[in-house]
């Protein structure tokens, strides 16, 4: 019974919080990568240049600053076309799918992280970022009908308390 009970308050707790299976990236590493990349731009293999930019790419989007993710999705928008396999254009869409879930354009993830899995679809990130969008999408219903339902209760309430002050006149 305690174990269920602990279930339930996890639950709750879990959704409200909306908290995401997905690692966050401090700024540190993010000042890490970035150096990585400017080291690699001195003449390194264009190999390499782009193993530390992906690495950078993920960095970015799996950063708790929006400024971060933005720029993350940016980059990796503009090395899209320049994918010179199948394996690295697909990990290139679901970093996509990532900032924009992490920047909260969840129609944009969903519809990346779907490019994902028809390529692959035992990928077990891009299922797993699904149902985090799956369940966002569906939490954010919930809260939204039930602001709507209290805007609807308090306008009643309103017009139900003009009505009463006008008849006791």
Excluded at 60 to 81: K, T, Y
Excluded at 149 to 163: E, K, N, S, W
Aim: aromatic share 6%; charged share 30%.
């Amino acid at each position: 019974m305690d174990a269920k009970m602990g279930k339930f308050f996890d639950s709750v707790a879990s959704f409200f919080t909306g908290g995401d299976q997905m690692p966050w990236c401090d700024s540190d590493v993010v000042v890490g990568c970035e150096r990585e990349v400017a080291e690699a731009e001195k003449g390194t293999s264009d190999k390499v240049k782009g193993e530390s930019i992906m690495r950078l790419s993920w960095a970015l989007v799996h950063s708790r600053r929006p400024e971060d993710v933005q720029r993350g999705i940016a980059m990796l928008e503009a090395s899209l076309s320049g994918s010179n396999s199948p394996l690295e254009a697909r990990e290139k869409l679901y970093l996509l799918a990532v900032g924009y879930y992490r920047s909260g354009d969840y129609t944009r993830s969903r519809q990346l992280v779907d490019r994902c899995l028809e390529s692959s679809p035992d990928w077990r990130q891009a299922q797993s970022l699904k149902k985090a969008l799956e369940d966002k999408i569906k939490k954010d219903g919930v809260i939204g009908i039930g602001i709507a339902a209290t805007a609807v209760g308090l306008v009643a309430g309103g017009i139900a308390g003009i009505a009463a002050a006008a008849r006791k006149k």
